[in-house]
T-cell receptor
Framework: DAKTTQPTSMDCAEGRAANLPCNHS???????VYWYRQIHSQGPQYIIH???NNETNEMASLIITEDRKSSTLILPHATLRDTAVYYC???????????FGAGTRLTVKP | EAGVAQSPRYKIIEKRQSVAFWCNPI?????LYWYQQILGQGPKLLIQ????????DSQLPKDRFSAERLKGVDSTLKIQPAKLEDSAVYLC?????????????FGPGTRLLVL
């Protein structure tokens, strides 16, 4: 069973920041927060992950609250190609079972 | 770098028939995963291989599903006999070692429709 709660869908205007929330109130100390996305008819694609510090890479930023019970994925300048289902996953260290939930369907609109 | 390859991309069969899917992971990746993704849901892990050995097959319906990775490289997932509820996308993923916090890289999937 997924340990995360995400909104079913969100819209974002092209060029604006997309902020995707995730609730993981039962996260334990050794569990990481992962984000993947799945564009239509493709396999999931890794975006970013973190334990307790905020993380940034070329695709996105991950903000994790101090109590680690929630996080936000930020796409700083959304484009139409960012339209996808975004999955937030909590995963213990050394556990390779990626327990995907239903994710958030992000639609970027012109 | 070539990604994870899967074939076929689409397959339509009738219930009670058998079907097989093939996956070739990223070169050098020791760990291979098969996932099932039912429409509207996230992927669910079916089986994980480390080289040619099974690490986790706890969610594989073993009465009808089987998988092998004989030489520790490519892998085949088989369903025999298929049921209507097996209609789904079957995703293959691979990672370098299968330890710690490795990134899993996914293939495009095989979309199966059972009639």
């Amino acid at each position: 069973d997924a340990k995360t709660t995400q909104p079913t869908s969100m819209d974002c205007a092209e060029g604006r920041a997309a902020n995707l929330p995730c609730n993981h109130s039962t996260i334990s100390g050794n569990e990481y927060v992962y984000w993947y996305r799945q564009i239509h008819s493709q396999g999931p694609q890794y975006i970013i992950h973190g334990l307790k510090n905020n993380e940034t890479n070329e695709m996105a930023s991950l903000i994790i609250t101090e109590d680690r019970k929630s996080s936000t994925l930020i796409l700083p300048h959304a484009t139409l190609r960012d339209t996808a289902v975004y999955y937030c996953i909590v995963r213990p260290y050394r556990d390779n079972d990626m327990r995907f939930g239903a994710g958030t369907r992000l639609t970027v609109k012109p | 770098e070539a990604g994870v390859a899967q074939s076929p991309r689409y397959k339509i069969i009738e219930k009670r028939q058998s079907v097989a899917f093939w996956c070739n992971p990223i070169s050098g990746h020791a760990t291979l995963y098969w996932y099932q993704q039912i429409l509207g849901q996230g992927p669910k892990l079916l089986i994980q291989f480390q080289n040619n050995g099974v690490v986790d097959d706890s969610q594989l319906p073993k009465d009808r599903f089987s998988a092998e990775r004989l030489k520790g490289v490519d892998s085949t997932l088989k369903i025999q006999p298929a049921k209507l509820e097996d209609s789904a996308v079957y995703l293959c993923a691979s990672s370098l070692e299968g330890t710690g916090q490795e990134t899993q890289y996914f293939g495009p999937g095989t979309r199966l429709l059972v009639l």
